[in-house]
């Protein structure tokens, strides 16, 4: 298995948790609202009834985003997860090595991988050998990074902060 769809496979596995989290919140918060409203029927407890009610609506809505985005990962994966050659111009399914400087000078390394969905997931490598931050293309970071080539820079400011980024790799 190439490293790429191993990434895939860690990112489908994430969402498969959060899916499973939101259902279990979800069905622990209806459960809650049905008992208050059969215990009783005083105007607190109907607030708080809905109050529950609204709150397993919220886990059953970001559960239904989930299903949706690992669909969109499946479909893309498979298409196909292109290889891309190191002059390439970074597209989606890129996994790109950068470096990243702060005002202070101070410099990290991140690797970035480019997908449909996951923006801000990090996933961890075989055997839990480092790991990559997912990046889409309506990020900022994603924005910045689709179209360019190794040994391109740019500045963003995330948080109030300007970082000058540098491509060190595409793969």
Do not use: C
């Amino acid at each position: 298995m190439g490293i790429k769809r191993y990434f895939v496979d860690e990112l489908k596995r994430v969402y498969q948790e959060r899916i499973a989290s939101a259902g279990r919140a979800e069905a622990d918060a209806a459960l809650e609202a049905e008992e208050i409203r059969t215990a009783s029927n005083r105007r607190e407890d109907a607030k708080s009834a809905e109050l529950q009610n609204r709150l397993a609506a919220g886990h059953r809505q970001r559960r239904e985003q989930w299903v949706d985005e690992v669909d969109k990962l499946i479909a893309f994966a498979e298409r196909g997860i292109p290889d891309l050659k190191p002059a390439a111009k970074i597209a989606l399914g890129a996994l790109v090595d950068v470096q990243i400087e702060s005002e202070e000078g101070e410099a990290e390394e991140r690797t970035l991988f480019v997908l449909p969905v996951g923006a801000g997931t990090e996933v961890s490598g075989p055997g839990g050998d480092g790991f990559v931050s997912v990046v889409t293309p309506s990020s900022p970071v994603g924005r910045s990074l689709v179209g360019a080539r190794a040994g391109d820079s740019f500045e963003i400011t995330i948080e109030g902060r300007e970082r000058h980024w540098t491509i060190t790799s595409v793969g």
